[in-house]
């Protein structure tokens, strides 16, 4: 353990910060949209600080002269003195911070450089101290590695020094500025980057831990009034668990360790709050403020001190109104980012280390009444867990952990609250007895009040955690409530503003325009090539498109075990045409296939397996098709075919065998394939049976199949009409079902280039003109491709909104 003498501090051990990583998150948002203002808005950002250096550019030469030599000496003297200092301190670590830091803001600017087209600076072989200078000036690297190597060494110093470090580095950017005269130095990407860099090595390999030293925290204590003079530690915890003891193994530990006992005898429990917590909750507000759509949270705390004073607040609001809880006695400012809250230390241990027998429901009904007390002043807890309840020697329930409380709360907060613990108790205790004390005490009302709110995503997150151990434990909560007071099953409420639905909706939306926006860039030239089309083609051509999705609704009624809606699933297959567009090889179509099954009632494993039926009939009927076109065609259409070698074949087989037994030969392997994949297997070998044995469904799933293969050949067959391309339908078959196999092996949503590439390189083997070909295809795609997918958009809105994906 080391003393740093200019905080007070003790050095103690190294921790990975909440409030670094925020810095980062807040960093990397911050260059990355410089990056793109950059690399999109250059001429207006870089003239900006053109315009700023020629204002600051110095008006003699002497001062130029003085300037120049001030900005080398200051970046050489901050980069030797960051890697001196700590080498002559035996600071191994600290110097491995700093290497870090410039490699890695080295790397990163040199990737965002390449990117938005940064100038690369080079020194000559007889530099001049001006042109040194212009080189520090406009290396935006050498910049933010200056400011990442500061990041770094502030945890390892004090506030004097960090302050230092802040000048140092304002006065580099002024300087740039002044020396570059008239060009831009990019002061503000090099700073965000810098700091985003520093801030990732700590977040990487964990920052100094530093707590007040004791006889401070003592200081602290006796200027507020109690009189203590031992201090003890009684080991770390999560924040907000408020326990004021640990057992041996530190199971119910108190938040922040301190625990001190005055010269009258009467025991403190002592929380010490820094930086760490503030970042932390900052984050978490946040969070919900992007997640729910009612968060129920105030704006955050600005300070550790704002964040300290609430709790107290709360503290003395609840005591005074008659909630059991911990008598404040001291509030005080310890070191010089720390604060700390003492309370009455008492004798007890919480309720989730209490043994079962002192569970009685006297214990209950007495819980449900402090909780009444708290709903009665509308201050609600906002952490309602087992952890939070201290239970005293005389079987007395004591409300702690008010740190994330809000008073005036609205009915929403306080319906989250009854929820919360509800299913607390109920994973305590068990539901029947949580349920009958809460309603005996609050009243059935009230308890039915919280069947709105009882999902996992209210509850706390070790509640949570707990809950998904009894996936059942809700469900069976709802029903006792609904049992015990009467009333029918009350819908959840929303709660969620951005969800997986949502969140999918919108990466999708951004694939397509990332996808698809490109493939317009020569809208022109299509539009010229397609322009002398015969458009009374493109009515056979949207039938036949229209049709393709009729038939893949029979062919997935056909592999899916019992019946299925046929209209809802052709909406669910024309969806497919919008989700198409942000996947490869068809994966979009699949994944929603196995949704919308999986909606319907039908088993994962089994939903899985018939969709994965339905892709390798489609495959199948495919390569019968291509062989028959291709017979019937002759030779004339592509030349002799060649097969592939059995020997490469036969090494291929044996490669994935030895692989696959090289697998099983790991015991997590074999476990999980014996646990989990035979399970779903067996299962899906069981829907297949039924579809299999069924003719009716065998003889769906087939001519579903075909007939989507052949509504895609007829489409392109009009499509070649309405271009005037003349040839044998055996032979444009073999081109079409050709092409579009080789498309679907590219990596590209829906086939997007190589499409279109595959059946326009077929059309010109079997002798079409190109002048021809060219346009036929994009008539080809537009028909089947791109017109579909704005009704396919409207589909999968329809279903997701009416609960159907």
């Known amino acids: 353990m080391a003393i740093d003498d200019d905080t007070g501090r003790e050095v103690r051990d190294y921790e990975h910060s909440s409030f670094d990583a925020l810095r980062v998150v807040v960093a990397t948002a911050a260059t990355g949209v410089i990056t793109l203002v950059t690399r999109y808005l250059g001429s207006g950002a870089e003239g900006f600080e053109a315009q700023l250096s020629q204002l600051l550019s110095a008006p003699v030469g002497w001062v130029q002269a003085a300037v120049d030599v001030m900005l080398v000496a200051t970046v050489l003297l901050s980069v030797i003195a960051v890697?001196?200092?700590?080498?002559?301190?035996?600071?191994?670590?600290?110097?491995?911070?700093?290497?870090?830091?410039?490699?890695?803001?080295?790397?990163v600017i040199a990737v965002l450089g390449d990117w938005i087209g940064l100038r690369v600076v080079h020194v000559g072989p007889d530099?001049?101290?001006?042109?040194?200078?212009?080189?520090?000036?406009?290396?935006?690297?050498?910049?933010?590695?200056?400011?990442?190597?500061?990041?770094?060494?502030?945890?390892?110093?004090?506030?004097?020094?960090?302050?230092?470090?802040?000048?140092?580095?304002?006065?580099?950017?002024?300087?740039?500025?002044?020396?570059?005269?008239?060009?831009?130095?990019?002061?503000?990407?090099?700073?965000?980057?810098?700091?985003?860099?520093?801030?990732?090595?700590?977040?990487?390999?964990?920052?100094?831990?530093?707590?007040?030293?004791?006889?401070?925290?003592?200081?602290?204590?006796?200027?507020?009034?109690?009189?203590?003079?031992?201090?003890?530690?009684?080991?770390?915890?999560?924040?907000?668990?408020?326990?004021?003891?640990?057992?041996?193994?530190?199971?119910?530990?108190?938040?922040?360790?301190?625990?001190?006992?005055?010269?009258?005898?009467a025991r403190l429990f002592v929380q010490v709050l820094g930086t760490d917590q503030l970042a932390a909750d900052l984050m978490r507000r946040a969070y919900r403020a992007v997640r729910f759509r009612d968060p129920g949270d105030d704006r955050p705390f600005t300070s550790v001190r704002r964040s300290v004073e609430h709790e107290a607040l709360v503290s003395y609001q609840a005591r005074d109104v008659g909630v059991r809880t911990p008598r404040l006695r001291s509030l005080a400012a310890v070191g010089d980012?720390?604060?700390?809250?003492?309370?009455?230390?008492?004798?007890?241990?919480?309720?989730?280390?209490?043994?079962?027998?002192?569970?009685?429901?006297?214990?209950?009904?007495?819980?449900?009444?402090?909780?009444?007390?708290?709903?009665?002043?509308?201050?609600?807890?906002?952490?309602?867990?087992?952890?939070?309840?201290?239970?005293?020697?005389?079987?007395?329930?004591?409300?702690v952990g008010l740190w994330r409380a809000e008073i005036a709360s609205s009915d929403a907060q306080l319906r989250a609250d009854l929820a919360q613990a509800l299913t607390a108790l109920s994973l305590e205790v068990g539901v029947d007895r949580s349920v009958a004390t809460a309603v005996e005490v609050l009243g059935a009302d009230v308890v039915a009040s919280a069947l709105g709110r009882l999902q996992a995503i209210v509850l706390s997150r070790g509640t949570r955690r707990r809950v998904r151990e009894r996936p059942e434990l809700l469900d069976d909560l709802r029903a006792e409530i609904e049992r015990r007071?009467?009333?029918?099953?009350?819908?959840?409420?929303?709660?969620?503003?951005?969800?997986?639905?949502?969140?999918?909706?919108?990466?999708?939306?951004?694939?397509?325009?990332?996808?698809?926006?490109?493939?317009?860039?020569?809208?022109?030239?299509?539009?010229?090539?397609?322009?002398?089309?015969?458009?009374?083609?493109?009515?056979?051509?949207?039938?036949?498109?229209?049709?393709?999705?009729?038939?893949?609704?029979?062919?997935?009624?056909?592999?899916?075990?019992?019946?299925?809606?046929?209209?809802?699933?052709?909406?669910a297959q024309l969806a497919t045409?919008?989700?198409?567009?942000?996947?490869?090889?068809?994966?979009?179509?699949?994944?929603?296939?196995?949704?919308?099954?999986?909606?319907?009632?039908?088993?994962?494993?089994?939903?899985?397996?018939?969709?994965?039926?339905?892709?390798?009939?489609?495959?199948?009927?495919?390569?019968?098709?291509?062989?028959?076109?291709?017979?019937?065609?002759?030779?004339?259409?592509?030349?002799?075919?060649?097969?592939?070698?059995?020997?490469?074949?036969?090494?291929?087989?044996?490669?994935?065998?030895?692989?696959?037994?090289?697998?099983?030969?790991?015991?997590?392997?074999?476990?999980?394939?014996r646990t989990r994949l035979l399970p779903t297997l067996a299962r899906a070998a069981g829907g297949l049976a039924e579809v299999l044995t069924t003719p009716s469904k065998v003889a769906l799933m087939l001519t579903g199949s075909t007939l989507t293969t052949f509504s895609y050949l007829l489409a392109f067959a009009a499509s070649a009409e309405a271009f005037d391309i003349r040839i044998k339908f055996a032979t444009l078959g073999a081109v079409y079902l050709v092409g579009s196999a080789i498309a679907t092996i590219a990596p590209t949503p829906g086939g997007i280039g190589a499409t279109e590439a595959a059946l326009i390189g077929s059309l010109v083997a079997v002798g079409i003109d190109n002048q021809q070909a060219v346009p036929a295809v994009f008539f080809f795609r537009l028909i089947t491709f791109w017109i579909p997918i704005l009704p396919g958009w409207i589909s999968f809105t329809w279903l997701r909104r009416t609960d159907r994906l």
């Open 337 to 399: 980012d720390s604060f700390l809250i003492a309370f009455d230390r008492i004798d007890g241990v919480t309720l989730d280390c209490l043994e079962q027998d002192r569970r009685t429901d006297d214990l209950l009904r007495e819980l449900w009444r402090q909780i009444r007390v708290l709903r009665e002043h509308r201050i609600a807890h906002r952490d309602l867990r087992p952890a939070n309840v201290l239970v005293d020697d005389d079987d007395r329930p004591w409300i």
């Open 577 to 673: 045409a919008f989700t198409s567009t942000v996947a490869p090889a068809g994966t979009g179509s699949m994944a929603l296939n196995v949704r919308y099954l999986q909606r319907q009632g039908v088993d994962g494993a089994v939903a899985t397996s018939s969709v994965g039926l339905m892709v390798v009939d489609g495959l199948v009927g495919h390569v019968a098709l291509i062989a028959i076109f291709l017979v019937w065609a002759g030779r004339q259409a592509f030349g002799p075919v060649e097969l592939p070698s059995p020997r490469a074949l036969l090494i291929g087989v044996g490669v994935v065998v030895v692989i696959a037994a090289a697998t099983l030969l790991v015991p997590s392997t074999r476990q999980m394939v």
């Open 485 to 571: 007071c009467g009333v029918d099953a009350a819908p959840l409420e929303p709660i969620t503003r951005l969800g997986p639905r949502q969140l999918f909706t919108v990466v999708m939306l951004v694939a397509v325009v990332y996808f698809l926006v490109p493939q317009f860039a020569d809208l022109p030239g299509i539009v010229e090539q397609v322009r002398d089309a015969n458009w009374i083609w493109a009515i056979p051509a949207v039938l036949a498109s229209i049709g393709t999705y009729l038939a893949a609704s029979v062919a997935l009624i056909g592999v899916t075990p019992g019946s299925l809606p046929y209209w809802r699933t052709a909406a």
């Open 83 to 107: 890697l001196l200092i700590p080498l002559v301190a035996r600071r191994l670590r600290q110097i491995g911070y700093v290497v870090a830091a410039m490699v890695l803001g080295g790397i």
């Open 127 to 265: 530099p001049t101290t001006e042109a040194l200078a212009r080189t520090f000036a406009l290396d935006v690297a050498a910049t933010a590695q200056l400011v990442a190597t500061f990041v770094v060494t502030a945890p390892f110093v004090g506030t004097r020094w960090r302050r230092l470090g802040v000048g140092i580095v304002a006065a580099v950017f002024v300087m740039q500025l002044a020396v570059v005269s008239g060009e831009a130095t990019h002061a503000l990407l090099a700073l965000s980057a810098g700091y985003a860099v520093g801030s990732a090595v700590l977040v990487l390999f964990g920052r100094p831990t530093r707590t007040p030293r004791p006889a401070d925290i003592i200081a602290a204590l006796h200027a507020g009034g109690a009189d203590v003079d031992v201090l003890t530690a009684v080991g770390p915890g999560p924040h907000g668990t408020a326990t004021f003891h640990a057992d041996a193994e530190g199971r119910c530990g108190s938040d922040t360790p301190q625990i001190g006992r005055d010269r009258s005898d």
